[in-house]
């Protein structure tokens, strides 16, 4: 069992910046691919930016040239950063940090962080 939990959400005036965390207890290694999604009220979960084999990261439409993903390590736990600036008032949204493991292809969810954009 991986526990995941989300750190870092709130409240931001629009074109400014924040960071969210994630810390998943894996080793690196052990992980295919590490996600941040985002669900806005009475929409569809959408992926927002992932790295894949600890080192590739990509970015969908919304985040590219506004977001930046990376990840830090310890002995036993990963963290995802996703740095994000210019923030829009679409970008209000709960966040959540996703990781699935290599072997077996389970995913493990974090409880979600609120980010809240204001015009």
């Known amino acids: 069992q991986v526990q995941v939990m989300e750190f870092g959400g709130g409240l931001v005036q629009a074109g400014g910046s924040l960071r969210l965390s994630c810390a998943a207890s894996?080793?690196?290694?052990?992980?295919?691919?590490m996600d941040w999604y985002r669900q806005a009220p009475g929409k569809q979960r959408e992926l927002v930016a992932g790295i894949t084999e600890g080192v590739r990261a990509t970015y969908t439409a919304t985040a590219k040239g506004r977001f930046t993903i990376s990840s830090r390590t310890s002995e036993t736990t990963v963290y995802l950063d996703l740095d994000m600036n210019n923030l829009e008032p679409e970008d209000t949204a709960v966040y959540y940090c996703?990781?699935?493991?290599?072997?077996?292809?389970?995913?493990?969810w974090g409880q979600g962080t609120q980010v809240t954009v204001s015009s």
């Open positions: 996703a990781v699935r493991r290599r072997i077996g292809g389970q995913t493990y």
């Open positions: 894996e080793r690196i290694e052990r992980l295919a691919v």
